[in-house]
């Protein structure tokens, strides 16, 4: 049974920083996308970064580059986001994913993930 389990979300000021962590679980991930996600209730779920398990080319969404740095241990089937400077706009449940990757499959369509973890909530206030 596959299970993706995220952890490290919290309360952080504007400005401030968080690392998520997505432990997986229950198969070999060799040609998937390890990805996040963010959701805010009545909203469509957003991509925000992706890693292949492969060979590490990542991909964020245009708001995020240069902010936020996912990565993984392979050994350990953990994959990482690190968000610096945070803003009040990004507060949501971020998820973790997991998906085939090929050339046809598209970072941030959520329809091509296959695993999903239950989401760890990110609040950014003051």
């Known amino acids: 049974q596959v299970q993706l389990v995220e952890s490290g979300g919290g309360l952080v000021q504007p400005g401030g920083s968080l690392r998520l962590t997505c432990a997986a679980s229950?198969?070999?991930?060799?040609?998937?996308?390890m990805s996040w996600f963010r959701q805010v209730p009545g909203k469509k779920r957003q991509f925000v970064a992706g890693?292949?398990?492969?060979?590490?080319?990542?991909f964020y969404r245009e708001s995020v580059q240069g902010r936020f740095t996912i990565y993984k241990d392979n050994a350990k089937n953990m994959l990482y986001l690190k968000m610096n400077n945070l803003n009040v706009g990004e507060t949501a449940v971020y998820y973790c994913?997991?998906?085939?990757?090929?050339?046809?499959?598209?970072?941030?369509?959520?329809?091509?993930?296959?695993?999903w973890g239950q989401g760890t909530q990110v609040t950014i206030s003051s």
């Open positions: 994913a997991a998906g085939p990757y090929n050339s046809h499959m598209v970072p941030a369509r959520d329809a091509d993930y296959e695993y």
């Open positions: 229950g198969r070999t991930f060799s040609n998937y996308i």
């Open positions: 890693v292949t398990w492969n060979d590490d080319s990542e």
